[in-house]
């Protein structure tokens, strides 16, 4: 009796697993509605925006995101504005998107010509150099020499007073050597991958006195 009563448990159990996958639908004439076409298909929502990607697809997408993300950076600044500056960007940006970057600075000497009365004077000074092929950059980040050019940086001030004697051998006699900063430690604010979105949010803030606001990150950072 038992075994009877299993062996009609277990074909019910097929019979009923057979009808739902449609198998038996042309027999009983009553289609059981279950996770398969057409019901499956008809329950899509907006399938017209699936789209199948390769894997190439894919990585190329994730590339072209990666490039639209900048790193942005404020400063520098010391112990002394540090603090106010931390304080005005949590009033803008959520915790997470930014953070503290903090280097030791050393003292470094130039070879330095300024300051000039305006950029015209600095470009006309930097086309000269560059006819006689001096190799300057514009000095930045120092408010006491700027606009200026730097024709070389040095940590000690007797490698700069030789290069200086070099150049004026080559022809540069308004040149000097000045220190153009004491060793400090220096703290910049960085947003590290800024989205648009982000990037404009941030490329207006103003956050200390000096007015320092953000900017591209340095390429040795």
Not at 67 to 82: H, Q, S, V
Request: with cysteine.
């Amino acid at each position: 009796m038992l075994r009877g009563l299993a062996a009609l448990l277990l074909l019910a159990n097929l019979a009923f697993f057979a009808w739902t996958q449609g198998w038996l639908d042309n027999v009983v004439g009553v289609r059981a509605a279950g996770d398969r076409e057409p019901e499956r298909l008809q329950r899509q929502v907006n399938p017209e925006v699936v789209r199948i990607l390769t894997p190439q697809a894919v990585a190329a997408a994730a590339s072209a995101a990666e490039l639209r993300l900048a790193c942005l950076e404020a400063g520098p600044f010391d112990a002394g504005t540090i603090g106010a500056a931390e304080t005005a960007l949590s009033a803008t940006l959520p915790s997470g998107t930014w953070a503290r970057v903090t280097t030791e600075r050393p003292t470094a000497w130039i070879v330095y010509m300024g300051r000039f009365a305006n950029r015209e004077a600095l470009q006309r000074k930097q086309q000269e150099l560059d006819r006689i092929r001096i190799s300057v950059e514009e000095v930045r980040n120092a408010p006491d020499l700027e606009p200026g050019l730097s024709l070389g940086r040095f940590a000690q001030r007797a490698d700069a007073e030789t290069a200086l004697a070099d150049m004026a051998r080559r022809g540069v006699q308004t040149a000097r050597v000045v220190e153009m900063w004491r060793s400090a430690t220096l703290h910049m604010l960085r947003v590290q991958r800024a989205d648009p979105e982000l990037a404009a949010r941030v490329m207006g803030l103003r956050l200390d006195a000096l007015g320092k606001g953000f900017g591209p990150c340095a390429r040795s950072s």
